[in-house]
């Protein structure tokens, strides 16, 4: 497979440096494949449908195109995915897809863990170690920390501002040993990140040490998200039948997103082939997305926190990529978008809690709360020309192509569940009164020691310690 990227057109290169590259330093851009060739009908079509393994495999075959050998690439993905994605129906034509039974309770574990056997394969023909530098604001750092963990000949130092992550966060973060570490940088997130950029541009340094990012833009981390989209959408295709006799259900996916590297990798398993008619693009105040989608006019801006804050983000980065694949009008009829503000996402889990019994954490809550508005009435008023001020919560004035199989009641949702609602614990109790149960592997962290080492916000002394210490 041939990567070029988002801003140089003709700029090729292979999978290997893609992924350790992670993006194009000279155009800036980020790397795409320059085609999403179709999963075999007769393999899509098979009944049941094949297991999560296995449509990972397939999915990832054509990208790796060689450069891992098969049997290599199907021990990676049985080492990165001893879990699986789990469906769960709410009712007849509403499924949850529940992304955070991984070792970090959340959907970046399904990136990451694919990520860091990849490039633990691909530097096994480099000299030495590889280390990556993360700085984090909380969510991304542990996924990659725990990923990367006694992953061979790579090594990890995170950043996170102290202080400024919560409890179990920072347990997360700072309880790993062996060949992962936490910095607790004097300072904030922007200092921790401005540090990591500092490093990644001091030719000094980069001259004893080998160093790599970990970012979310990585392909290797945007690719593997596709596999449970695959998934999901031909398990609850076969289930249809049962569930609610639909014949050629359209699936809409509803997708939590911030910086829409998970919408973006279900853009990627429908060009490949699977029955997912549409998205919705579903955010919290950070509603960059929904307004370009309503206005047509992109305006990246500063975030601001939320409830939902592992999705607060103002410029999402992979937006240059939905641009690349899509025109704005195919967006318009592939999407419909929705977003929600904090008493929105309060009411939100609240009513889920008590008309269903589920307990949805507060970014999968704005993916429920869209799904219930555009099945119980708001999709056919958009339809019938009565649309809603974008300044206020709720679907933005576009009609998908799909639109007309809500009316027809012909649709299932498939709901993305990114995170488990004890990591939001405190949100999800007040909103539902009830106390979500801690995972025994979240219970296990908060018993661990912290090994954190204390760092200011300090360059040289940054470097040194990374000189003396890696
Ligand atoms: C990162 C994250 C998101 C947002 O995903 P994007 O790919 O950035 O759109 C949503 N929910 C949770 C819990 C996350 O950690």
Redesign the pocket.
Known sequence: MIYTDTRDETAKTDFRTAVMNGMNSTTGGLYMPVAFPKLDSSFINKNPAPSFRDIAFRMAQPYVDGEIPDGELMSIIEDAYPFSPKIVPLDSITYVLELFHGPTC???DFGARFMARVMSYFNRSENGKLHILVATSG?TGSAVGSAFHNVSGLDVTILYPEGKVSLLQEKQLSTFTGNVRALKVHGTFDDCQKLVKTAFTDDELRKKLRLSSAN?INIARLLPQSFYYMYSSLVVRDRCALDNRIEHPAVIAVV????????TSGLIAREMGAPIEGFVAATNTNRTIPDWIATGDYRARTSVETYAN??D?GAPSNYERIAAMYTLEQVRQLFASYWLDNDGIMDAIKSCYSRTGYIIDP?GAIAWKAWDDIRSGSMEKLMGGLKGNIEYPGLTPNVPAWAEKIAERKSVGILLE??DPAKFGSTVSKATGREPPVPARLMEVLKLADRAIPMQNDYEQFKSWLLENL
């Open positions: 959340a959907f970046k969510d979310s939590p997103s911030g910086n829409f590297g998970n919408l592992a999705m983000v970014h990114t995170a």
